[in-house]
């Protein structure tokens, strides 16, 4: 692979990932497309590495605060970190069960073209429908137990291929009664822990073949295109909806 080719996928993946149009399905997709030959599981978990790093630059305050509030001597303010560290932790639990028993499933029969068409189809009408149907719902900045765990048994439909982690995630959080932008805020909080153990597991699979330059390339490209995206989308969904992802 060659450091452009590493380039796009980085650009693909940081945009995907966030907006709410499966950035797994993108990356076998584009370069399907390109004639390219597909780069491997392992090195779409590369680049989430670089999406890790946006997510962290676009929400490192919320993490130190969550830091510092969990040793506040005001037994007010650091209940309320525990319960939200609590929260994000039993909420990732069902997409990390899930992707360590059907890893082996999920990198071979569930990364078919029709599949990854299908479920684009599918699961972008249902965000659509749903965010149509709802108001506007709850704006907070941690969802109650019930809602995080909804969008936490959803976030393990993301396993199969063209099922858009951030989008199915938001669906369900609109679905609870958050608005858009509450939903996407969480959602993208949610991704954290999930992407960076993923990354780890993942790593044992990266072929030592694989260009340093190219990863290097890949990673920073996937970082800074992730972290446009997450502060484009935030800001959109405070004025619109998700017609035009369901059009796309």
Not at 109 to 118: D, V
Not at 140 to 152: A, F, K, L, N, S
């Amino acid at each position: 692979m060659s450091p452009f080719q590493a380039a796009v996928l980085g650009a693909v993946q940081g945009l995907t990932e966030f907006l709410p149009i499966s950035s797994s399905a993108h990356l076998y997709v584009v370069p399907t497309l390109l004639g390219w030959p597909y780069a491997g599981l392992a090195f779409d978990v590369a680049l989430h590495w670089g999406t890790l790093l946006a997510l962290l630059l676009a929400y490192g305050n919320v993490w130190i605060g969550l830091v510092r509030d969990a040793f506040s001597p005001d037994g007010a303010v650091r209940a309320v970190a525990w319960d939200t560290w609590f929260k994000l932790a039993a909420a990732s639990v069902p997409a990390a069960i899930a992707g360590l028993a059907l890893e082996d499933l999920a990198s071979r029969a569930l990364r078919g073209l029709p599949i990854q068409a299908a479920m684009l189809v599918i699961f972008g009408f249902l965000l659509w429908a749903v965010d149509r149907q709802k108001p506007a719902g709850r704006d907070v900045q941690i969802p109650d137990w019930r809602t995080c765990m909804t969008m936490g048994f959803a976030q393990a439909l993301a396993l199969v291929r063209g099922v858009s982690r951030s989008g199915i995630t938001i669906t369900a959080g609109r679905a609870a009664g958050l608005s858009r932008v509450a939903a996407a805020r969480f959602s993208f909080l949610l991704a954290t822990p999930i992407t960076f153990g993923a990354g780890l597991v993942e790593l044992r699979h990266l072929e030592l073949d694989t260009s340093a330059t190219a990863l290097v390339v890949g990673i920073a490209t996937s970082a800074i295109v992730g972290l446009l995206a997450i502060r484009l989308l935030i800001r959109y969904l405070g004025r619109a909806g998700f017609g035009v992802f369901f059009a796309y």
